[in-house]
Structures are given as structure tokens and as C-alpha cells.
């Protein structure tokens, strides 16, 4: 057996590991809501809630996190940053309907999401490296809808290149709706990324990230969505991961193909998202400014599963060529 044959045995390891992780994450998507992102009219069993009704806080974290939020949409109501600390602390999420020109609030891969979900996916991701060699990741994602103001974003990620493969680093993120019209919506997001992963596969670093969000649909199917933050390395293996402090910003432009129910084509979008990442400290080498574009797809399969897809080109100098990601969703 050559060389080149132990290389490929390693490479194919490396992505059922990645693939082994997506799947047993997408196996823990709870089955008994089926629902849809942006207003689905399948039937549901349980009966609706009422906006006017008066909520404890146990009924509004149930309803919001497993109840039918989607096929009354007339529930849902306008917040706004003056009424920030008053108003829908006390009442469950309502899926939104559809902005001003009629597109659905639906996340995109590489994107900043500016909206609350309920909803999990599994994400796999090849980046090919200019030296010839090859790393992946594999990562489940799950939103979690507390209240009308307030979720939790988590992230459960695998890393693998040519030394190793090992769990990433954890993610939560507290997300803070601050208003919501028909057409527009911001939300607040402070990230927390724990030293859980190795610093081989760049992780190991703990880290805070606040970012600033938005979403926009004024016109038929154009949608508009981004934002700004910092990502601020405080712990762990920062230099051997080479992590530093950076300024972000997202912008991202797409527009709705078909309507929803047209599966497996349904709600086809395709976008691009355009990402920055500029670095302010010298804490590890590397280049100083990031832009990469993502040019992607997103489409309803049927049943709530989706299935999305970019490849993310770096602009400026970058120590890969280029990443290609994949994932299935499902929304409940």
C-alpha cells in the first residue's frame, strides 16, 4: 500500500467522522412538532394560545419552545426598542408572517440571521487548503425560542485535518429580539465560545462575541440581512490556535425563487453573503483583514426539512483556497 493510498484511508476517516457527527445530531431533533419557518399550513393537533391571554412563565417557555406557533400568525404582534423592557418578556415566540414584499424570514448558511427560529441543523464543512490538504467540520445547530424577546442559540461542533479529530469548541448565544415590524427586524446577540476543542484544530480558545444583527424584506423577494460585532479571545490556547481580537461585519443580499409549498423547490432562494473580519490586536500571525464571499442556496424538501448550501471564497489572503458547506434542517 503507497503513501498516496494511506492518505486517501485517512481522508475518507476523517469524513465519516464528520458525517457520523451530523447525522447522530440531526438524530436528536425532537419529532413530535411538525411545523414550518415562515407559515406552514399543515394541520396541527395541539390547540393555539391567545396573545391577549395572561402567561406564567413556565406557559410561555413551554408554548413558545414546543407549542403551535405557526398557524396563526395573526398572534404575532410589532415590538420596538422603546417598549424593550416591557413588552413580550411575558408573552410566547410567534412565528412572524411573511415581511413586505412577501419573503419568509428564513436563515441562510454564512449569514447573519437578524430573526428568532425554532429549528435544528446539521452542517458539513470541506476546506481545501493551498499546501493540498484538506480539513472538515461537522456542526449541529439549534435555536431555541424562549419568549417573544428572548432565545438561546447553541452549537455542538466536530473539527478534523491531517493531525486530528476532535470535538470544537461549544457555543451558546443569548439573542435579544430589540424590534420587529412586517419588514424589519434587529436583534441583540452576545456569544459565549467555551475551550472544549483543541487548539490543533484552532480551537481551545474562549472567547466573547456581541454582535448586532438585522433583516430586511421591503420588495417581492429580495431580502436584506447583516451586521456588525467583535470577537474578543480572553482564555485558553489563543496563540497556539492563533485566534485574535477582530472586528466582524456580515452583509448579505438574496431573493425568493418560488413559494413554499412548491417542493422540493419550494421557498428557493439564492443569495450571496459577503463577510469581514478585521483584526485589531497581534496576539497571533496571520493577516490582519478577511473577506470572503458566499455565494448559496437555500429550498424546502417537504415534510419541514431544508437543505442548504455555499461555497466561501476568501478575498484576500487566506490560509485556504476555499470551503465548501452543506446541511440539512429541519424546523419544528
Same mark, same amino acid.
Given at each position: 500500500?503507497?503513501?498516496?493510498d494511506l492518505?486517501n484511508?485517512r481522508t475518507?476517516?476523517?469524513i465519516k ?5 451530523g ?6 431533533i425532537?419529532?413530535?412538532?411538525i411545523?414550518?419557518?415562515g407559515?406552514?399550513t399543515e394541520?396541527k393537533?395541539?390547540?393555539?394560545f ?5 402567561y ?16 396563526q400568525?395573526e398572534?404575532?404582534?410589532?415590538l /420596538? =426598542?422603546s417598549?424593550f ?6 408573552k410566547?415566540?410567534?412565528s412572524p408572517p411573511t #415581511? +413586505?414584499? !412577501? ?7 454564512n ?10 441543523l ?5 476546506k481545501?487548503?493551498s ?8 456542526n449541529?445547530?439549534t435555536f431555541?425560542p424562549?419568549n417573544?424577546?428572548f432565545?438561546v ?9 491531517s ?5 470544537g469548541d461549544?457555543?451558546i448565544?443569548?439573542?435579544?429580539l ?6 424589519f427586524?434587529q436583534?441583540f446577540?452576545l ?5 472544549t476543542g483543541?487548539?490543533i484544530?484552532?480551537d481551545?480558545?474562549a /472567547? =466573547?462575541i456581541?454582535q ?11 431580502v436584506?440581512? #447583516? +451586521?456588525t !460585532?467583535f470577537t474578543?479571545p ?6 497556539k490556535?492563533g485566534?485574535?481580537s477582530t472586528?466582524d461585519?456580515?452583509?448579505s443580499?438574496?431573493y425568493y ?5 412548491m417542493t422540493p423547490f ?5 443569495y450571496l ?6 483584526a485589531?490586536?497581534n496576539?497571533a500571525?496571520g493577516?490582519?483583514t478577511?473577506v470572503?464571499l458566499?455565494?448559496?442556496f437555500r429550498?424546502h424538501?417537504?415534510?419541514d426539512w431544508y437543505?442548504?448550501?455555499t ?9 485556504y483556497d476555499y470551503q465548501v458547506?452543506f ?6
Open positions: 500500500m503507497g503513501l498516496q492518505g484511508m475518507n476517516k476523517m467522522h464528520c458525517l457520523l457527527a447525522v447522530a445530531g440531526l438524530a436528536l425532537p419529532p413530535y412538532i411545523a414550518a419557518e407559515g406552514s394541520p393537533t395541539e390547540a393555539p391567545h396573545i391577549d391571554h395572561e406564567t412563565f413556565g406557559e410561555v417557555v413551554k408554548q413558545s419552545m414546543f407549542g403551535d406557533v405557526y398557524s400568525p398572534n404575532w404582534q410589532e /420596538s =426598542i417598549n423592557f416591557s413588552e413580550g418578556w411575558d410566547p415566540w410567534v #415581511g +413586505g414584499g !412577501g419573503a419568509p424570514r428564513q436563515g441562510w448558511l449569514a447573519y440571521e437578524g430573526v428568532f427560529y425554532r429549528l435544528s446539521g452542517v458539513f464543512g470541506w481545501h487548503h499546501n493540498n490538504t484538506d480539513s472538515y467540520s461537522g449541529l445547530v431555541t424562549i417573544s424577546r432565545e442559540k447553541t452549537e455542538i461542533p466536530v473539527s478534523s485535518n493531525e486530528a479529530t476532535n470535538f461549544f457555543r448565544q443569548a439573542r435579544f430589540l424590534s420587529e415590524s412586517r419588514n427586524t436583534t446577540n456569544d459565549f465560545r467555551t475551550p483543541s487548539a484544530n484552532g481551545d480558545v /472567547s =466573547i456581541p448586532y444583527q438585522f433583516w430586511a424584506n421591503w420588495w417581492k423577494g429580495l436584506v440581512r #447583516g +451586521g !460585532g474578543i480572553y482564555a485558553g490556547e489563543i496563540s490556535a485566534a485574535r472586528f461585519a456580515n452583509f443580499v438574496g425563487m418560488t413559494p413554499h409549498d419550494g421557498d428557493m432562494v439564492w453573503a459577503t463577510n469581514l473580519n478585521q485589531i490586536d496576539r500571525d493577516g490582519d478577511a470572503t458566499s455565494p448559496g429550498t424538501l417537504g415534510m437543505m442548504l448550501g461555497v466561501e471564497v476568501p478575498v484576500t489572503n487566506s490560509e458547506l446541511s440539512f434542517m429541519k424546523v419544528y
